[in-house]
């Protein structure tokens, strides 16, 4: 089945620090969907990025589907953005079943 | 807009009791998902519903687990006979083929068994 890799599975930042987080699949993916999952549990959808480029405030997201990749940018980063961010991949529209990577834990430290 | 809701949001259950876990999906919203996450795992797909059929169960594990999802009222997961191992956080998801297919999670349950 296809694999989704995240990396890096944990960083630290200061405060007002930029970060790149990543997700490779190892196939071609009909949708892909950035979520943290916030200290309390909770799963936040980011982006829906099946290709392209989005912006959020001071979050945006890059998938480069045929090099089988997306990237996060958080910038400015602040405390509450500690948590797990998962990427996500539906590989069949048919099925519906999202294949999540194992996520990326970030502390930012205040 | 009222979100994916879950309930109960926590739920103990000794072992070898039942365990009912129902998610009502968002409003205008078609499919539901269920998903299981592990204690410091990442979320596993279990079973894709539409109303009154299930799409896609090959997540579920083969015994003791149910899903419905009925042409009234909630989707519900139910585990029957639970054991230790079905300690977890279970979350519910649902989307709209008309918006792409991006899914939009509950709250989650968490489950604990005794």
């Known amino acids: 089945g296809i694999q989704v890799e995240q990396s890096p599975p944990d960083l630290i930042l200061q405060e007002g620090a930029n970060s790149t987080l990543r997700c490779n699949f190892s196939d071609s993916v009909n949708n892909l969907q950035w979520f943290h999952q916030n200290p309390w549990g909770q799963l936040i959808n980011l982006f829906y990025?099946?290709?392209g480029t989005k912006q959020n405030g001071r979050l945006s997201a890059t998938t480069v589907a045929t090099e089988r990749y997306s990237l996060l940018y958080i910038s400015s980063s602040q405390t509450t953005d500690s948590g797990v961010y998962f990427c996500a991949v539906l590989y069949s529209s048919n099925t519906g079943k999202l294949i999540f990577g194992q996520g990326t834990t970030l502390q930012v430290k205040p | 807009n009222a979100g994916v809701m879950q309930n109960p949001r926590h739920l103990v259950r000794r072992r070898g009791q039942e365990a009912r876990l129902r998610c009502s999906p968002m409003k205008g919203h078609s499919h539901v998902y269920w998903y299981r996450q592990l204690p410091e795992e990442g979320l596993k797909f279990m079973v894709y519903l539409q109303k009154e059929n299930i799409i896609d169960e090959s997540g579920m594990p083969k015994e003791r687990f149910s899903a419905e999802f009925p042409k009234e009222g909630p989707s519900i997961l139910r585990i029957q006979q639970v054991v230790r191992g079905d300690s977890a956080a279970y979350f519910c998801?649902?989307?709209?083929?008309?918006?792409?297919?991006?899914?939009?999670f509950g709250p989650g349950t968490r489950l604990t068994v005794t």
């Open positions: 990025i099946p290709s």
């Open positions: 998801a649902s989307s709209n083929p008309g918006q792409g297919g991006e899914q939009y």
